[in-house]
């Protein structure tokens, strides 16, 4: 039955605050490729972590391979292993809603194949997030500092600054020069290229993102210049640094990007919680506790802290709760476990305020999964808030207001939107 919150959900437009999009360059260039579409995203990890032979995983995402039937055949064990994880229900989904496939077997994918057009049409990158997928925008991290307009689509596709290799302490310093226009020398020197990297591109950006922790712990600690620059020194010089060295660089440099994005108004996004890929991630750098020195230290700063730091999600309610300058960020979260988030939804409304959680990032490069993960998470948004109507602790009204703000109000807000897009249109003009 059809509820007046389910109608809401399914018509509001998402503030997506994570993806890594492709541009509009990688959508004309892809090769239509039905098993691509499908699979070449998340659940590859699935299907690895099942039991599949990688070489097996390969194949199935080369679209240079028209042999759909052989490329499917190999891993239909393991699909039907991984069907209905949060990945492989968002295979489903995309298969369905793309393709009209009620059931991913191989004659369903051959046929499918068979009626894709021998390119995708330039528009379709832009009209599959914003119309089929209904979002406001979208936010994505191409791992870059360089933040530019993007003419696909101004309003709509934003890019956050990447701070990761700062954070890791293994930035390049042939492509600082070339960015910032600086050659480091020391320190000071390297604290000039990263405030031109903000002034050119801190405007333009919606916010600044890191990763690091799939390099190292999101444990920080305040470091002194007098214990940094010897080993910038090392590593100017072409030296192998340790890894406690590097870290120490590295939560130097995070320092500075907290700050500079304090100054530039922009938010701070950090990567806590589960890992993309497989057979590699240490579950003690990943916990958000990890980062309280640094909430303690900048409490000018607005961190919004990604992926319920899966599966330390409880801590991250916490931090929430306690830290004014904690925002929580549910992308690519209901896909890795979606149980997990549909609990974490009605735990976090009951502790921490909700003007400070955002409902969803697909975490994705293709547009279609993008929209498949929305899917997941709108009907799982409806689930959580109908299990509280239910429960007689909100009122249909109040969980209409509820999904408002965490699809929508909160992130326009945080975000400083119409700010940055003001930013974006002034710089047209200043380029015409
Ligand atoms: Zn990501």
Redesign the pocket.
Known sequence: MSTQLQEFVSQIKICDT???MWKQESWEADKPDILSEIFDNYVLADFVTAGLPESDKERLRNSSNPDISARFQSVETAWKAIQFTGYGQACSLIAKKFFGIEEITCHSLVQAQDSLPIQWEAKDRLAILRDEGGFHHIQT?DSSWECIRDESGPDFFLYDLSWATFCSGTFDLVSLREYSGIEVRNLNSLKIAMEKLFSLYGPLAIAVKS?HAYNRTLVWKERSEEEVSPLLQKRIKGKELTTEEKNCIGDWCWARGVEHAIEHNLPFKI?TGYY?GYNRMPINFIRAGNLCPLLAKYPKARFVL??ISYPYQEELIALAKHYRNVWVDM??AWSINPHACTDFLRRYLHAAPINKLFAF?G?TYRPRAAVAYSIQARNRVVQALKKEIDNGEITEKQSIEIAQNILQNNQLECFDYNGRIQALESEKCKIE
């Open positions: 994570h993806e890594h991290d990763q990567h993309a990604m992926h992308c690519w990032g975490d």
